[in-house]
């Protein structure tokens, strides 16, 4: 059974970067894109982007200018950061796996991590 | 970008009920669309994928449709396990984006 596990720091200073990894246990990391969704409290959820094994990324035009994800196959780990971080990115970020089929459903989440941007 | 227009933004409906929820997309997007159910405290879970196959495990009260731009989920004789918040997603964008969310409240 795959499992995915987000973790990192509680909260962030305003200016400061974001970091945020996503573990996976139970499945491979191949040959799935790896996805981050965020949800500011009481809101909708937002995409922020993605990344394929072999380190290729999309993401979100709001966020690209401040945001990279990265992925190391061999500690089965998918990281985030986002720089210059202000209140509005206060959210729990979600990892998701995107199966393979064509419309890449995201079928297996982590619980979430909460980050609070706070001074 | 694609956009992705959710209605209603909340519904109320009792145990029993059929409800219909629909996402339109802001240009042709075939079948990449995807829904999902989310509880509160929880993370969001998928239904529907393709915009009509069934995520195994879910059960058949719940169906997908398409036509053109617009995509309806349906659950028909709904059950109190049933009211949470309900968001599409578009995947055939460059970038992917969810629906606003509608949340299905017990009446």
């Known amino acids: 059974q795959v499992q995915v596990q987000e973790s990192g720091p509680g909260v962030v200073k305003p200016s400061e970067t974001l970091s945020l990894t996503c573990t996976v246990s139970?499945?491979?990391?191949?040959?799935?894109?790896w996805n981050w969704i965020r949800q500011s409290p009481g809101k909708g959820l937002e995409w922020i982007g993605h990344?394929?094994?072999?380190?290729?990324?999309t993401y979100s035009p709001s966020l690209e200018s401040r945001l990279n994800i990265t992925v190391d196959t061999s500690k089965r780990q998918i990281s985030l950061k986002l720089t210059s971080v202000t209140a509005a990115d206060t959210a729990i970020y979600y990892c998701?796996?995107?199966?393979?089929?064509?419309?890449?459903?995201?079928?297996?989440w982590g619980q979430g991590a909460l980050v609070t941007v706070s001074s | 970008d694609i956009q992705m227009t959710q209605s209603p933004s909340s519904l109320s409906a009792s145990v029993g009920d059929r409800v219909t929820i629909t996402c339109r997309a802001s240009?042709?997007?075939?079948?990449?669309l995807n829904w999902y159910q989310q509880k509160p405290g929880e993370a969001p879970k998928l239904l529907i994928y393709a915009a009509s196959i069934l995520q195994r495990g879910v059960p058949s009260r719940f169906t997908g449709s398409e036509s053109g731009t617009d995509f309806t989920l349906a659950i028909s004789s709904l059950q109190p396990e049933d009211f949470a918040t309900y968001y599409c997603q578009q995947t055939y964008g460059a970038s992917y984006t969810f629906g606003q969310g509608t949340k299905l409240e017990i009446k």
């Open positions: 240009e042709t997007i075939y079948s990449h």
């Open positions: 998701a796996r995107a199966d393979t089929y064509g419309s890449q459903p995201l079928d297996y």
């Open positions: 139970g499945g491979s990391i191949s040959p799935h894109y």
């Open positions: 990344v394929y094994k072999d380190g290729r990324a």
